[in-house]
């Protein structure tokens, strides 16, 4: 990125207070840091140890976990501005980033807000007057209903005026929550009490409106930068039409197959609505793009995006770097017609869920993690590293991998390839699928819409796993894993100790018999790979190891030769006399295996036997099977999803409860049966209440083969 554009500019301000947490507080520390600016990090109780924590120059506790008692705490970030004696606080995303009440305190307490002023963000924090705002500065709008009437008969008769499908929208919404789709009239009343319970629930008004649900639209949006002296440009597009539940997975600068002529009507349309509200600061107008070529006004984030990283890369600028300056009262660096859009640009999102389960949120700890090298192509933004947790009290997103290219075909291979390169163990990541996603021909012709994902179910489905070569590379990383530990300690006992002596041999060696060793693994529940029982037997020979892989529900497979290299965690196989090439996460329960692109998880048996014979798990093995399974956070029970000596599969909602004003689904993290039900709907529960007790499958089979 250029940092020659702020020339000759007012100093900046000295001390920042960064008022969120995990990659955006990392990458707006890495860049205030680089101006000379101290910054000052705050974190809750779960976040103790966070890069961000550790990156900044000082870091101040905020409270508990829960977001309203330490990131949503505005008057405790005020007091600690105070304290730290800052100039200036950037609120990222999220959290308090379009909070005007917030933006006010901050100037009334003679702290500069990187952002735009209060009246902005409370206009454009409602869609409702965003859009009677709009339609002054004739920017397209989406026919529909905008009106402060809100009696349920007002909204049906403008619902019928608008016509179906339609699409009913919390005004003061946000992140996909509280937005339906109305497909026929008689769906009306029932659907439009459903959202306002969850807009209720989750911004704390539930006032709606009602647009035309436009089908095989594009999500177009303009990245803008205004100055307080009169100057607005905006900084090419973004394409933001993959998503699942309203809510990006990837994002891509410039938006592909798009008109010159629309380019450029869109970006004068969203310099046209900053300038309506006096805007000022970073902030992005996103619009609908259908297949007739017309374009519609949608929101206004009045904040810096999640996916700016793409604008970056395709501008050579620093938005963080200019968000401080223009905050600090300097004029824009450059006029519209100075800015150089340069290749390609593509961003996903890596995130903790299980994409096998409708994009379920996942939380744990994150027990291996090896990315991509960052380079010129390739760019990381994160927050977390190597035994991290991912909290269930935050967004699980773990990273934004951005790349670049010359052009979009280039780009889509840097990403596949940097996507091989990123591995994750000890939880479930949407790699893999964000792996399949780019090999779908349509998304690689630029063939895109807001049901992407719906429109390419089948091809996006999972992928089947060569189940053998994934047993047989856990096997051998195992069988050179006990070797190489058996060669450290016998070089470490020095004493009575004879190094030609067999018995002090690891090949396996045996009088008269050749040596054998079992291994007994196990796959979980999964959409494409029913739960199986496996032995492998590893039989020593010349070449290596003879083995055979015996499934429970199977005859005994046909043997095969292996052998190979492990250094680390990378192995180097040959299986048959193919050589392939592997990274093989062990820990005491599981051994993750990374091989062509797909990871898989294989648990091991002989720990789970053991946990049967003793009636408990060992103290070190992580909670993917503990019987207990609490509440993640204070709240309230909604509702009870299952009862006593219920079968239940891995994934299957539970219970759910209410909580920092949305709903919370707490999922079996094994398939198993329900022993113990603890709560009831409507009970107050603490973070960390025993809900559930559960027993697992795995358990179960083997107590039966016992």
């Given at each position: 990125m250029s940092h020659q554009v702020f020339i000759n500019q007012p100093t900046l301000f000295s001390k920042l207070l960064i008022a969120n947490r995990g990659e955006i507080a990392c990458r707006i520390i890495a860049t205030a840091q680089r101006l000379g600016i101290k910054c000052v990090a705050v974190y809750s109780a779960a976040d103790t140890n966070a890069r961000h924590v550790k990156m900044a120059d000082e870091a101040f506790y905020l409270g508990p976990a829960p977001a309203p008692e330490s990131y949503l705490n505005s008057q405790r970030i005020l007091t600690i501005a105070q304290q730290a004696n800052v100039q200036a606080i950037h609120p990222g995303y999220g959290f308090l980033s379009e909070n005007a009440p917030f933006a006010l305190a901050c100037a009334k307490q003679g702290l500069i807000f990187i952002g735009p002023s209060a009246d902005a963000i409370t206009t454009m924090g409602s869609k409702s007057a965003a859009k009677t705002m709009m339609a002054t500065a004739d920017v397209p709008l989406v026919p529909g209903y905008h009106g402060n009437a809100q009696d349920e008969q007002t909204l049906k008769h403008h619902s019928q005026k608008v016509g179906y499908p339609q699409l009913l929208k919390a005004v003061y919404g946000g992140g996909g929550k509280g937005m339906r789709v109305v497909y026929?009239?008689?769906?009306?009343?029932?659907?439009?009490?459903?959202?306002?319970?969850?807009?209720?629930?989750?911004?704390?008004?539930?006032?709606?409106?009602?647009?035309?649900?436009?089908?095989?639209?594009?999500?177009?949006?303009?990245?803008?930068?205004?100055?307080?002296?009169?100057?607005?440009?905006?900084?090419?597009?973004?394409?933001?039409?993959?998503?699942?539940?309203?809510?990006?997975?990837?994002?891509?600068?410039?938006?592909?197959?798009?008109?010159?002529?629309?380019?450029?009507?869109?970006?004068?349309?969203?310099?046209?609505?900053?300038?309506?509200?006096?805007y000022q600061g970073a902030?992005?107008?996103?619009?609908?793009?259908?297949?007739?070529?017309?374009?519609?006004?949608?929101?206004?984030?009045?904040?810096?995006?999640?996916?700016?990283?793409?604008?970056?890369?395709?501008?050579?600028?620093?938005?963080?770097?200019?968000?401080?300056?223009?905050?600090?009262?300097?004029?824009?660096?450059?006029?519209?017609?100075?800015?150089?859009?340069?290749?390609?640009a593509i961003e996903v999102r890596i995130y903790a869920e299980d994409t096998d389960k409708d994009f379920m949120p996942a939380s744990g700890d994150i027990v291996y993690l090896s990315q991509p090298p960052a380079s010129r192509h390739v760019r990381i933004d994160t927050g977390v590293v190597q035994g991290d947790e991912i909290s269930p009290y935050y967004d699980p997103m773990i990273a934004k991998l951005i790349v670049w290219d010359h052009t979009r075909d280039l780009a889509i291979a840097r990403l596949q390839s940097a996507l091989s390169k990123y591995k994750i163990a000890g939880i479930k990541t949407n790699i893999g699928f964000l792996t399949q996603l780019l090999q779908v021909p349509a998304l690689q012709r630029a063939s895109l819409n807001t049901d992407f994902l719906l429109t390419h179910a089948a091809v996006l489905a999972p992928p089947h796993i060569n189940i053998d070569y994934a047993l047989l590379l856990?096997?051998?990383?195992?069988?050179?894993?006990?070797?190489?530990?058996?060669?450290?300690?016998?070089?470490?006992?020095?004493?009575?100790?004879?190094?030609?002596?067999?018995?002090?041999?690891?090949?396996?060696?045996?009088?008269?018999?050749?040596?054998?060793?079992?291994?007994?693994?196990?796959?979980?529940?999964?959409?494409?790979?029913?739960?199986?029982?496996?032995?492998?037997t590893l039989t020593t020979i010349t070449q290596g190891y003879q083995v055979q892989i015996n499934c429970q529900h199977a005859a005994l497979n046909t043997g095969y030769i292996i052998s190979g290299e492990l250094n680390g965690d990378e192995l180097t196989a040959f299986i048959d006399?193919?050589?392939?090439?592997?990274?093989?996460?062990i820990s005491p329960l599981h051994i993750t295996v990374?091989?062509?692109?797909?990871?898989?998880?294989?648990?091991?048996?002989?720990?789970?036997?053991?946990?049967?014979?003793?009636?408990a798990l060992p103290s070190n093995i992580d909670n993917?099977?503990?019987?207990?399974?609490?509440?993640?956070?204070?709240?309230?029970?909604?509702?009870?999803?299952?009862?006593?000596?219920?079968?239940?599969?891995?994934?299957?909602?539970?219970?759910?409860?209410?909580?920092?004003?949305?709903?919370?689904?707490?999922?079996?993290?094994?398939?198993?049966?329900?022993?113990?039900?603890?709560?009831?709907?409507?009970?107050?529960?603490?973070?960390?209440?025993?809900?559930?007790?559960?027993?697992?499958?795995?358990?179960?089979?083997?107590?039966?083969?016992?």
């Amino acid at each position: 990125m250029s940092h020659q554009v702020f020339i000759n500019q007012p100093t900046l301000f000295s001390k920042l207070l960064i008022a969120n947490r995990g990659e955006i507080a990392c990458r707006i520390i890495a860049t205030a840091q680089r101006l000379g600016i101290k910054c000052v990090a705050v974190y809750s109780a779960a976040d103790t140890n966070a890069r961000h924590v550790k990156m900044a120059d000082e870091a101040f506790y905020l409270g508990p976990a829960p977001a309203p008692e330490s990131y949503l705490n505005s008057q405790r970030i005020l007091t600690i501005a105070q304290q730290a004696n800052v100039q200036a606080i950037h609120p990222g995303y999220g959290f308090l980033s379009e909070n005007a009440p917030f933006a006010l305190a901050c100037a009334k307490q003679g702290l500069i807000f990187i952002g735009p002023s209060a009246d902005a963000i409370t206009t454009m924090g409602s869609k409702s007057a965003a859009k009677t705002m709009m339609a002054t500065a004739d920017v397209p709008l989406v026919p529909g209903y905008h009106g402060n009437a809100q009696d349920e008969q007002t909204l049906k008769h403008h619902s019928q005026k608008v016509g179906y499908p339609q699409l009913l929208k919390a005004v003061y919404g946000g992140g996909g929550k509280g937005m339906r789709v109305v497909y026929h009239a008689d769906e009306f009343c029932q659907a439009l009490a459903a959202t306002k319970r969850e807009a209720m629930a989750s911004f704390g008004n539930d006032d709606m409106l009602i647009e035309r649900y436009l089908t095989k639209t594009r999500h177009v949006e303009i990245q803008i930068f205004s100055d307080n002296h009169g100057n607005c440009i905006y900084l090419s597009q973004r394409d933001c039409s993959i998503q699942r539940r309203h809510q990006k997975i990837l994002e891509e600068a410039p938006a592909p197959a798009l008109p010159k002529a629309t380019k450029i009507a869109m970006g004068e349309a969203a310099v046209a609505a900053a300038n309506t509200i006096n805007y000022q600061g970073a902030g992005t107008v996103e619009f609908l793009y259908d297949e007739q070529g017309q374009f519609y006004f949608m929101e206004m984030n009045t904040r810096l995006q999640v996916e700016h990283p793409v604008t970056e890369m395709i501008t050579g600028l620093d938005l963080v770097e200019w968000q401080l300056h223009i905050a600090n009262g300097s004029p824009l660096p450059l006029t519209q017609t100075q800015v150089k859009i340069n290749g390609h640009a593509i961003e996903v999102r890596i995130y903790a869920e299980d994409t096998d389960k409708d994009f379920m949120p996942a939380s744990g700890d994150i027990v291996y993690l090896s990315q991509p090298p960052a380079s010129r192509h390739v760019r990381i933004d994160t927050g977390v590293v190597q035994g991290d947790e991912i909290s269930p009290y935050y967004d699980p997103m773990i990273a934004k991998l951005i790349v670049w290219d010359h052009t979009r075909d280039l780009a889509i291979a840097r990403l596949q390839s940097a996507l091989s390169k990123y591995k994750i163990a000890g939880i479930k990541t949407n790699i893999g699928f964000l792996t399949q996603l780019l090999q779908v021909p349509a998304l690689q012709r630029a063939s895109l819409n807001t049901d992407f994902l719906l429109t390419h179910a089948a091809v996006l489905a999972p992928p089947h796993i060569n189940i053998d070569y994934a047993l047989l590379l856990a096997g051998l990383a195992l069988q050179l894993n006990s070797e190489q530990s058996q060669q450290l300690e016998n070089a470490n006992n020095t004493e009575n100790h004879d190094p030609y002596s067999p018995w002090s041999q690891t090949t396996g060696w045996r009088l008269n018999q050749p040596s054998t060793n079992t291994v007994k693994l196990a796959t979980t529940n999964n959409d494409h790979l029913d739960s199986q029982h496996y032995t492998l037997t590893l039989t020593t020979i010349t070449q290596g190891y003879q083995v055979q892989i015996n499934c429970q529900h199977a005859a005994l497979n046909t043997g095969y030769i292996i052998s190979g290299e492990l250094n680390g965690d990378e192995l180097t196989a040959f299986i048959d006399d193919h050589r392939v090439k592997a990274t093989v996460v062990i820990s005491p329960l599981h051994i993750t295996v990374f091989y062509a692109g797909n990871s898989t998880v294989l648990f091991r048996q002989s720990i789970i036997q053991s946990a049967v014979q003793n009636q408990a798990l060992p103290s070190n093995i992580d909670n993917e099977f503990e019987t207990k399974i609490t509440a993640p956070m204070n709240g309230v029970i909604v509702s009870v999803l299952c009862q006593v000596d219920q079968i239940v599969d891995a994934g299957e909602p539970l219970v759910v409860m209410e909580a920092m004003k949305m709903e919370c689904n707490i999922n079996a993290p094994v398939a198993g049966t329900i022993t113990t039900v603890f709560y009831q709907e409507g009970d107050m529960v603490e973070d960390g209440a025993e809900l559930i007790q559960l027993t697992p499958s795995l358990i179960l089979d083997n107590k039966e083969q016992a």
